[in-house]
């Protein structure tokens, strides 16, 4: 078998231990994460989702337990660690806030040149990411600081990108974005790992997002890990998404509400597509029990 | 780590200091500052030590916490110390080498001036850990209410100082977050040489600025939405009221204020 490209066994995370505000923000995490894939990571508002991610590029050192790269542990050799960090990305939420060179092009170069690398690297890097997020190269010479909101958090984006990580980490990249904004960021995210066949991870609290691009799902609850499955099987769980504070999706509701009424029906139904083939059996099939 | 900033602490808890009056807490520190630097020897000195320790039982706030209120200081002690011991003359000679020479006078004052900061810092960490930030410029624009009369404006001054008061924790975690954020592009704050360090900053000061001038504009907007129109006309949700108790603080104190003056002249004077 292949070696993951990141893995964390019993990874465990404690904050402010021994105090009286001793609070476990992760506990006993175990997973495997392939090359290539796009997991969606879910889980409501404290669930350890943003602390979990911290750990995968050393921004945090577990209280226990270890993250390993290539099958190789991140902390092995302390004084690497920001090589760790050029190879997995992160951006954090809210990115356009970490924005404050004079220019989109330098703020773009800010990663690659800290990576060392020659001018020209660092030009192509910068070319080539920008058409990524969707924007071209009549930005480069304007101030970050008079783009709209979008357009900061996609040049945000491609600040990370243009470091070329094995593994791209974005936290919340929809948050705060109308569903137009939303739509395009996620198939940017999609596009990108489709073109350049590197690990994406999105975190997230909407359901309905991550089931858009996610090839897995990796859904937190209280500290913990919940499920780590596919799609399919991670949405077959719906009910006990539901009671974990998570908003599933309108259309896995709505096939709830009809097994509820007694309708023999599928619930781990999330596109449009499914729901329409399984309306169709339904009604073929005329009423069941 | 920047968390462990203490400025402006609240330390819970409800013990008579916790109570008290801020405006007569503030006056009591204020007194108590003065008797510190009024102590010529070690007799009032000591009588001081016994007001603050007093105080600290009172509070109820253990002891630790004052200890942590003074590691970020103990270099400047030291540092006074040392130019006291050297730069005083005066008294006996103790030591002589070459160029320096130590002097009993000198001994004295560094004594003198380690204890008095201490003491001065201690005392106004009693103030702040027992008495909410909002309280306390409350308490302060009370206090300063007769400048009224030279037009300084005294409200908008408080208004300020409790604004600036709120925002410190904000601005940390802001500063937290920005830093973590380019620490994840590779930025390196922790090696290099000092110009190198300086310079790795300007990707987090940019930022915060821009972020604190959002934050100014956004809470402008906000008071102006909820028809803050500055001091005139304000009346108070909490109404500060002084209690016999109050007094009898302010009246302890005063007595020690005299008694300090006592024996400062009955005692003699170290320095």
Same mark, same amino acid.
């Given at each position: ?7 964390? !066994? ?67 050799? !302390? ?39 020659? !001018? ?163 009604? !073929? ?5 | ?43 009032s000195l000591l009588l001081a030590g016994i007001f603050l320790v007093a105080s600290i039982f009172a509070s109820r706030v253990p002891f630790r916490m004052f200890f942590k209120s003074l590691k970020p200081i103990v270099p400047i002690v030291i540092f006074t110390a040392v130019i006291n011991i050297f730069y005083i003359g005066g008294g006996k000679e ?6 320096? /020479?130590?002097? /009993? ?87 290099? /040489? ?78």
């Amino acid at each position: 078998m292949s070696i993951s490209i990141l893995e964390t !066994k019993n990874l465990t995370h404690i904050y402010s231990k021994g105090t009286t505000s001793q609070v476990d923000a992760i506990r006993d995490v175990n997973l495997k994460i392939e090359k290539g894939e796009l997991v969606g990571i879910i889980g409501h508002t404290g669930s350890g989702k943003s602390t979990l991610i911290q750990h995968f590029n050393g921004l945090l050192k577990g209280t226990s337990g270890t993250v390993l790269l290539d099958g190789k542990d991140i902390w092995e050799d !302390k004084s690497k660690i920001r090589n760790v960090r050029f190879r997995v990305g992160i951006c954090f939420q809210y990115p356009e806030y970490q924005l404050f060179e004079e220019t989109v092009y330098k703020d773009i170069a800010f990663g690659p040149s800290n990576m060392k690398l020659s !001018k020209d690297e660092i030009d192509r890097r910068v070319r080539n990411v920008i058409k990524f997020v969707g924007l071209d190269e009549s930005y480069f010479e304007k101030s970050p600081f008079d783009l709209s909101g979008g357009e900061k958090r996609r040049v945000a984006i491609a600040g990370v990108m243009a470091m070329e990580p094995d593994v791209l980490i974005l936290d919340e990249p929809c948050a705060g974005l109308d569903p137009k904004g939303r739509d395009t960021v996620l198939s940017l995210i999609s596009q990108y790992r489709k073109s350049t066949g590197s690990t994406v991870l999105v975190v997230s609290h909407s359901m309905e997002d991550i089931s858009k691009i996610a090839t897995r799902v990796l859904v937190m609850n209280e500290s913990k890990l919940a499920y780590y499955d596919t799609v399919d099987a991670v949405f077959s769980h719906s009910e006990e998404l539901k009671s974990m504070g998570l908003n599933i999706p309108a259309l896995t509701s709505l096939f709830l509400r009809l097994k509820e009424k007694g309708y023999n029906v599928n619930t781990n139904i999330y596109t449009l597509e499914k729901a329409r083939d399984e309306l169709l059996t339904l009604l !073929k099939g005329g009423k069941s029990e | 780590m920047i968390s462990d900033i203490t400025i402006g602490q609240y330390y819970k808890g409800d013990s008579f200091v916790h109570k008290m009056d801020p405006r007569i807490k503030i006056l009591i520190t204020v007194i108590f500052i003065v008797m510190i630097f009024m102590c010529k020897n070690f007799l009032s000195l000591l009588l001081a030590g016994i007001f603050l320790v007093a105080s600290i039982f009172a509070s109820r706030v253990p002891f630790r916490m004052f200890f942590k209120s003074l590691k970020p200081i103990v270099p400047i002690v030291i540092f006074t110390a040392v130019i006291n011991i050297f730069y005083i003359g005066g008294g006996k000679e103790l030591l002589s080498l070459g160029f320096v /020479s130590i002097t /009993s006078k000198g001994v004295f004052t560094a004594v003198f001036m380690a204890v008095r900061i201490v003491l001065l810092i201690m005392s106004s960490s009693i103030l702040t850990y027992t008495t909410v930030p909002t309280m306390l410029t409350d308490a302060i624009e009370r206090l300063l209410s007769p400048l009224k009369i030279f037009h300084i404006q005294v409200h908008t001054l408080a208004m300020m100082m409790t604004l600036a008061l709120r925002f410190i924790p904000t601005l940390i975690e802001e500063i937290e977050r920005i830093m973590n954020a380019q620490k994840a592009r590779g930025a390196d704050f922790e090696n290099g /040489s000092l110009t190198d360090r300086a310079k790795a900053l300007v990707p987090v000061l940019i930022p915060l600025f821009v972020s604190a001038f959002r934050r100014a504009y956004e809470l402008a907007f906000a008071m102006n939405c909820r028809c803050y129109t500055g001091g005139a006309g304000r009346t108070r949700m909490k109404q500060m009221k002084l209690h016999i108790s109050d007094f009898a603080a302010l009246f302890v104190f005063a007595a020690g204020f005299v008694g300090i003056i006592l024996i400062n002249k009955f005692f003699g004077v170290v320095i």
